[in-house]
């Protein structure tokens, strides 16, 4: 496990710069996961993308 650990802290860093994109698509890969057919498009309210951008994306989980 110490390894793990040493490996997470040399790779893993706070990341800077333009994150929205990632992490929508990042929900929209998780959602398609949960669907038996394909995602066509998504569609992101205004509130979402405010707590997106303000990284308050704990009030959006279930």
Known sequence: MNILKKILK?????????TEPIAISYA???????????LKSIKITNEVM??????KTES???
Do not use: D, Q
Request: net charge positive; aromatic share 10%; hydrophobic share 40%.
């Open 10 to 18: 040399h790779e893993v860093f706070p990341a800077l710069g333009c």
């Open 28 to 38: 929209a890969r998780t959602a398609s996961s949960y669907t038996f057919t394909e």
């Open 50 to 55: 405010r707590k997106i951008m303000t990284n």
């Open 60 to 62: 959006l989980c279930l």
